[in-house]
């Protein structure tokens, strides 16, 4: 049985910083892309960030570059999204996903696993 446990949401202030954590068991880790979306109330789930498994490139939409860093430990399962400078506008449940595509792809389409999502609630 594949499962994507998130962990590490919480409500911050504007520029605190978070450190979201994704757990995979189930599935063979070092060779799935791993992404992380989010889902706003009343919003499209977005891609955030992603990181492959066959070159480690990573990927950021443009309102996170330079802000969150995604990295991934194939040793302990477990893919991280850093967030700094956080804003309100990245208040969002934020989903880890898992998918055999060797780049990151930024449709959801292309993930077949799915975590149950981890609320992150920036307040001004």
């Known amino acids: 049985q594949v499962q994507l446990v998130e962990s590490g949401g919480g409500l911050v202030q504007a520029g605190d910083s978070l450190r979201l954590s994704c757990l995979v068991s189930?599935?063979?880790?070092?060779?799935?892309?791993m992404t992380w979306f989010r889902q706003a109330p009343g919003n499209e789930r977005e891609f955030v960030a992603g990181i492959s498994w066959v070159t480690s490139i990573t990927d950021f939409t443009d309102s996170v570059k330079g802000r969150f860093t995604i990295s991934r430990d194939n040793a302990k399962n477990t893919v991280y999204l850093q967030m700094n400078s956080l804003k309100p506008e990245d208040t969002a449940v934020y989903y880890c996903?898992?998918?055999?595509?060797?780049?990151?792809?930024?449709?959801?389409?292309?993930?077949?696993?799915w975590g149950q999502g981890t609320q992150v609630t920036v307040s001004s």
């Open positions: 996903a898992a998918g055999v595509t060797r780049r990151v792809g930024k449709t959801e389409y292309e993930y077949g696993h």
């Open positions: 189930g599935l063979s880790f070092s060779s799935y892309t």
